[in-house]
């Protein structure tokens, strides 16, 4: 293999090793965005069901 063909596969696979950590720092970014919103719908209002729903568990054995 020439240099020139070297060179070439060693900038395209640092273009593409760019491309992946841009990709993924963008994934990142979206998934904290959407976990702040979560967390926003979590703590605001009132609760969308009955207060009584979720405080006890029937077990049967």
Do not use: C, E, F, Y
């Not at 990709?23 to 703590?43: E, F, I, N």
């Not at 209002?45 to 568990?57: E, Q, Y």
């Amino acid at each position: 293999m020439d240099i020139a063909a070297l060179a070439t596969v060693a900038t395209q696979a640092n273009v593409s090793q760019q491309a992946n950590i841009l990709m993924m720092k963008k994934v990142m970014d979206t998934a904290t965005d959407q976990s702040q919103g979560l967390l926003q719908l979590m703590g605001a209002g009132p609760a969308l069901s009955p207060a009584h729903l979720g405080n006890n568990v029937d077990i049967s054995i």
